[in-house]
């Protein structure tokens, strides 16, 4: 190993630093108008793009998000946090979703987060609709149910109750949008 390919010229990784690299030439003192910088053959003008017809891009982008995907991401997060905070408050406490069906609603999160990033629209359609049907099926459920045991008198829907209803009418909607996409 000769002394341009040391120990403080490489990357990390284990690649060797380039002294010709634009950046450590204007760190070594270089002027602007002394470089030739060139446009890299990836990101140099297309044929598309000059003749106005869209490029094709050259790999799938990764994580991939379509749409209703990314919809689907920030509601499943909304759903898996609100399980944990209060979803009923009384005059002698709260309750968090975790003593009831709020541990169902915190898997069908998760599931949410990991089935949100999948390629198959397919595969994303079908989770999706499961998920709205857990996270508006059982936070409607234990509304139904305080008031069928006490009334409107005495309580309040907590956040965590709300959050997860509301991702869960979010995540019918990009179920939807998923749906009318494929």
Not at 26 to 43: C, N, Q
Not at 66 to 95: E, K, N
Request: glycine letters at 14%.
């Amino acid at each position: 190993m000769d002394r341009s390919e040391g120990v403080n010229n490489r990357w990390p990784g284990g690649a060797v630093r380039s002294p010709s690299h634009p950046v450590r030439r204007l760190l070594a003192g270089a002027s602007v108008t002394d470089m030739d910088i060139t446009t890299p053959p990836s990101t140099a003008a297309s044929p598309a793009a000059t003749t106005g017809t869209p490029a094709v891009a050259d790999a799938p982008r990764w994580p991939y998000a379509g749409h209703g995907q990314q919809t689907l991401l920030w509601a499943s997060v909304l759903i898996t946090v609100g399980a944990f905070l209060p979803w009923l408050m009384t005059g002698v406490g709260t309750f968090t979703g975790m003593r009831g069906a709020g541990s169902w609603t915190v898997f069908a999160g998760v599931i949410g987060l990991g089935v949100s990033l999948v390629r198959s629209r397919r595969v994303v359609l079908a989770h999706a609709i499961g998920i709205a049907a857990i996270a508006i099926v059982l936070p409607g459920w234990q509304l139904i149910h305080t008031i069928s045991l006490v009334g409107f008198r005495g309580w309040l829907p907590g956040i965590g109750l709300i959050m997860t209803l509301g991702g869960g009418i979010v995540i019918a909607g990009a179920a939807r949008e998923i749906h009318a996409d494929r």
